[in-house]
């Protein structure tokens, strides 16, 4: 208990020390020693409950639902106010609903609701913290280093660090209150937070653009948190839910209670998650700095959506609503594949792979079986991970090659080695075998296919064609890094000490992790799906062995270079005869000195981002629809 | 993992380069007689990985043959896991990886032939992709009317008492749409070709040789004996009539090799993905509606 | 083992020929003179190539190309001048532009003279050059071992 207090109220401390002091005063060893100090507290309540099976607790503090309350009022008149000067009057609208809902909830419903536990802890949120303490203290480090360099690059966006790391800070913070807590008012309090903290972060460089797609966040997400407002309003007015607001009652109350506000919420983690149809606010938010994107555009704010969609997978199981959400997932993750594709920024690139890979981990939350949600779980682990990595070593090669094109990253390997080098393990992450994202693929397959015969086929089709597709558009980027042009001068001295002191330890962790998988899977997903489903998905030993075996050729395989240095004679590539310089020009008709420069394909006929978000959105609307009209009529299908 | 299996690993690994090898012969031998020619000997492709075994080592990059090196190996592991009767899905998803390791190899030497060579090859994985996971899926799905609870192993699949074929014949079919994919053949053959003289020069292969080229040919050959092995899981029931569409198919793909001209790759692409998605799709909802209750 | 011989693969170059010696090339992979027998096949790729096949005289325009084509190939490897342009210039030689024979710009292991050359004798060249070839491995593996004994020596 002590534990989960200190990891929600440690960030806030240090967010509120690191807003005051002035500029940037102790900033860097603050952030370092706080990181150390996070990620040490997470792992010790990963090491201390991960066998305890789900505690309650009822850490009733005096005042504490007012104080929760009034900065809800205060956010709320902040966003009222922002959006009136920015004239942006769908947040005007969507706050004011919101709020009304939220206090006439208070003032009615609320006193008659007595909660008995307040905050909780099971595997499943144990998984959250440790990627939430690890992954997002990391990146907090790393941002020490990168904003410095920002305010080099970019002298006309004023500094207002402080502000940055206080909001980084408290959306840690808020994280960490998210998944502890049990009771949806508390859940519902640091999801407004996250949602404001996106929004600051988006618009931090204040221009116009960022401005704009600030609010673009802020509006969907606001949506989202109508939704989670309406959840709670319908709990504690239907005479039926007897005003159950607490999570742990919520799953053992039977669809009949339950399956209404889970639709609900997952509506709103629909939205956060950035499933199409709004998948927008996520590729817009890439106008923020990286260190941004990748905590909360990647590996954790988004994974907020997808956990309260995996909390409720049991209830929506073998309903209309469910299978609905398994589709809108699933057709997220084939178009927002496809459109990857055809992109050749790499912040773009990962944006729209991290909608992708939400969308299967919402498609097996929603189709609910013990097997999905097992896959579910071991994606976000895995993609938390490998999509951090792969965001910072961007926003370093961003700052050292001044583009984050992928075509520009030709010949990394020789230029920044190492970097590129991590690159190459994050990207194998997210679709090799046997690294991380393939393994829970597999089992998604295996879950899919073992779904009710009603969605099967067509989510079958979906994994089919989207997993070929990510294999297209991540081999393509690492085929560009390790070109081995002949043009060698290393660039990679000026990157900074924080920027690698996060690097290593992710890289570290995502190779780790593929060789930790099955204890990860054994002690804490296992457990936790046996736990509510009295049965338990495992991988059978032989595969795990298999597994291994490959992952140990993967890794041994690299040693043959050592063979391979011996002195061989080289020769140039075949040109058709041509001399060609080592910079690949050469003389050609009328001894004209030409370039040659070699380009991916980006398929913009088959995969256009208009032509395919338009069909995703028509798509996931009707979809949508139909998850409304299931919960409406009640329909529960086996 | 039992000793029979590491057994049936190891036939593999050293048995199928030589089956691979005389299938490659046999198949130059029938392409010639397809054209009205003599052919070469039976064992010609021995002699040609042979001989460049024998040539001189030359690179254009260093780690180009660590690429190679690796998609080798992967190649007999990927036959040898599904020959040991391993898991279908891990199989494929180490095919891909296989191939990925080619394709990363072309991309290392940054040269303009081997560049939209290893951009094909990309797209073949591509179309090829979808057609094999579903049929995998199916399969399992077949399995399930005999086996409780079903089983991806290919061992149980390929001894299934229920003919396959009867099941699955939209993805069969759907299947040999694509094979020539694999077996780098025509309409398919866009990232690298047999035949002499293509447009892309060799492809792939264009900047691989001596024994690194050797060894792109010993895992191709790993690799048609895989492909021969998931042709007979459609017909596992019954071993003598399996054999007998391997033949049959791989004649049949040579007189379409034979017969095509290349396809570009929209045509390549829009075709195999609209087989598999009518032939493939289609035939896995008929299953699902059909035995409804059994699966 | 000698497999060299049983798998010569060509490469053919068109230096500047009227293209009647290259029609002639391409007849021996016909079925009526069906090379593959042989085990020969027209690459079209220096890097995988044993026999450099080069038609007509070299000119200002592709002295490099010729000699980066022979560079690119690995040892042991042969070079066959097809046609007489390809032998000694003909009658091109006095050109301002051209510079003779294929000889000229790189070492010619057989010639197959002719106007154009008939694929008999093309084939018959080919087979000539499969026993420089094996010549040539023995040359090629001394003269490496004396580069390793003179770098160990070092």
């Known amino acids: ?638 | 993992m039992n000793t029979e299996q590491i057994l049936s690993a190891l036939a593999y690994v050293i048995f199928a380069p030589i089956l691979g090898g005389l299938v490659a012969g046999i198949d130059r031998k029938i392409t010639a007689k397809m054209q009205g020619r003599v052919g070469p000997p039976l064992l010609q492709p021995f002699y040609d990985v042979l001989k460049l075994f024998e040539k001189e080592k030359v690179v254009v990059s260093r780690s180009q043959n660590f690429y190679v090196l690796t998609y080798l190996v992967f190649m007999a592991f990927t036959g040898a896991l599904s020959y040991s009767g391993g898991d279908i899905l891990l199989v494929i998803f180490a095919l891909t990886l296989a191939h990925v390791f080619l394709v990363l190899g072309a991309y290392s030497v940054n040269s303009p032939y081997s560049y939209l060579g290893a951009e094909r090859e990309l797209i073949q994985i591509m179309l090829f992709e979808p057609i094999i996971i579903l049929t995998a899926a199916g399969m399992y799905m077949v399995s399930k009317l005999t086996i409780e609870g079903g089983s991806f192993r290919v061992w149980d699949i390929a001894t299934l008492t229920t003919p396959v074929i009867l099941y699955l014949p939209g993805l069969f079919l759907a299947f040999i749409y694509v094979l020539n994919v694999k077996l780098r053949k025509s309409p398919f053959d866009l990232s690298t070709s047999h035949h002499a003289h293509q447009e892309l020069v060799k492809g792939v292969t264009t900047e691989f040789s001596g024994s690194t080229l050797g060894r792109i040919e010993i895992a191709h050959w790993y690799e048609t004996v895989l492909l021969m092995g998931f042709i007979y899981l459609f017909f596992g029931y019954n071993p003598l009539i399996a054999v007998a569409a391997i033949i049959i198919i791989y004649l049949f793909e040579i007189l379409v090799d034979n017969t095509f001209s290349r396809f570009k790759w929209p045509l390549a692409m829009k075709s195999a993905w609209m087989i598999a998605l009518i032939l493939g799709l289609v035939n896995l909802c008929a299953l699902y509606y059909v035995k409804g209750g059994s699966l | 083992m000698a497999y060299l011989k049983k798998s010569p693969w060509i490469m053919h170059y068109d230096a500047s020929s009227c293209n009647g010696c290259d029609i002639e090339v391409l007849a021996c992979l016909t079925p009526m003179y069906d090379v593959e027998r042989f085990g020969i096949i027209n690459t079209g790729n220096p890097k995988h190539a044993d026999i450099l096949v080069i038609t007509g005289s070299v000119n200002e325009q592709n002295i490099e190309v010729v000699k980066n084509l022979y560079n690119q190939m690995p040892e042991p490897k042969a070079v066959i001048a097809v046609g007489i342009c390809a032998t000694s210039g003909c009658v091109f030689r006095e050109c301002y532009n051209v510079m003779g024979g294929i000889d000229k710009v790189i070492p010619v292991d057989v010639y197959v003279p002719g106007c154009a050359a008939r694929p008999e004798s093309i084939i018959d060249g080919v087979v000539t050059a499969l026993g420089i070839l094996e010549k040539k491995k023995a040359e090629h593996k001394k003269a490496q071992k004396e580069r390793k004994n003179a770098g160990e020596k070092k």
């Open chain 1, 1 to 638: 208990m002590n534990a989960l207090f200190f990891l929600v109220a440690f960030p806030l401390i240090v967010a509120a020390i690191l807003l005051i002091l002035p500029k940037g005063m102790l900033r860097n060893h603050i952030v370092n020693i706080s990181a150390l100090v996070i990620i040490s507290a997470s792992l010790y309540l990963l090491a201390t409950n991960y066998n305890t099976g789900p505690m309650l607790y009822p850490a009733d503090y005096p005042w504490i639902g007012e104080a929760m309350l009034g900065i809800e009022l205060l956010i709320a008149a902040y966003i009222l106010y922002a959006s009136l000067r920015s004239q942006k009057y769908l947040a005007t609208i969507l706050i004011i609903l919101q709020s009304a809902v939220i206090i006439y909830f208070e003032a009615a419903y609320a006193p008659g609701i007595e909660i008995k536990n307040n905050v909780f802890i099971d595997q499943l949120s144990l998984i959250m913290a440790a990627i939430i303490g690890i992954v997002g203290s990391l990146i907090c480090v790393y941002a020490l280093g990168y904003m410095k360099d920002f305010h080099e690059h970019h002298k006309e966006i004023k500094d207002h660090r402080n502000w940055f790391f206080f909001v980084m800070f408290a959306f840690i913070s808020a994280m960490f209150g998210l998944v502890f807590s049990n009771n949806l008012m508390w859940v519902y309090f640091f999801w407004e937070i996250t949602t404001i903290c996106s929004y600051l972060l988006i618009g931090y460089t204040g221009t116009h653009e960022a401005q704009n797609n600030a609010f673009k966040a802020l509006i969907m997400n606001l949506l989202g948190g109508l939704a989670f407002a309406a959840a709670i309003f319908y709990l504690g007015s239907a005479p039926s839910a007897n005003g159950i607001i607490e999570l742990n009652e919520l799953m053992t109350s039977g669809k009949a209670v339950a399956l209404i506000p889970a639709v609900l919420i997952s509506f709103a983690g629909i939205t956060k998650s950035a499933q199409m149809p709004f998948s927008s606010w996520l590729v817009g938010a890439m106008v923020a700095p990286t260190p941004v994107s990748a905590l909360l555009h990647s590996s954790t704010m988004v994974k907020a959506g997808v956990y309260m969609i995996i909390r409720f997978a049991p209830v929506l199981q073998g309903s209309l609503s469910g299978y609905m959400i398994a589709l809108i997932g699933g057709f997220t993750f084939l178009l927002a594949s496809s459109i990857a594709v055809s992109q050749s920024n790499a912040k773009k690139v990962l944006a729209y792979s991290t909608i992708a890979n939400l969308g299967l981990i919402v498609a097996c939350a929603g189709v609910g079986t013990y097997e999905a949600v097992w896959a579910a779980i071991l994606l976000m682990v895995f993609h938390a991970v490998s999509k951090g990595l792969l965001f910072l070593c961007v926003g370093t090669v961003e700052h050292r090659i001044n583009s984050r094109d992928i075509e520009d990253m030709g010949g990394l390997i020789v230029r920044m080695p190492k970097i590129a080098f991590m690159m190459l393990i994050g990207i194998a992450g997210m679709f090799l075998a046997p690294f991380g994202m393939l393994i829970s693929k597999w089992a998604t397959l295996r879950a899919f296919i073992d779904a009710s015969p009603l969605v099967s086929p067509i989510l079958l089709g979906i994994i089919a064609y989207g997993s070929a597709v990510t294999v297209f558009f991540w081999a393509k980027w690492m085929g560009r890094l390790i070109e081995v042009t002949q043009v060698k001068k290393q660039i990679e001295d000026k990157v900074n000490i924080e920027e690698w002191l996060a690097l290593y330890p992710l890289a570290g962790l995502t190779v780790l992790l593929c060789l930790m998988f099955p204890l990860v899977s054994s002690t804490l997903i296992e457990p936790f799906i046996l736990k509510i489903y009295n049965h338990a998905a495992q991988l059978g030993q032989d595969n795990v062995i298999i597994m291994l075996i490959m992952l140990f050729l993967v890794l041994v395989m690299p040693l043959s270079m050592l063979y391979y240095r011996k002195e061989r004679k080289h020769l140039s590539a075949y040109m058709c005869g041509m001399t060609t310089m080592p910079d690949m020009r050469y003389t050609g008709a009328l001894g004209i000195t030409r370039e040659l420069a070699l380009k991916n394909y980006y398929m913009q006929n088959f995969f256009g981002e208009n032509k395919l978000y338009r069909i995703g959105t028509a798509l996931c609307v009707g979809l949508m629809a139909l998850m409304f009209w299931g919960i409406l009529y009640g329909e529960v299908l086996i």
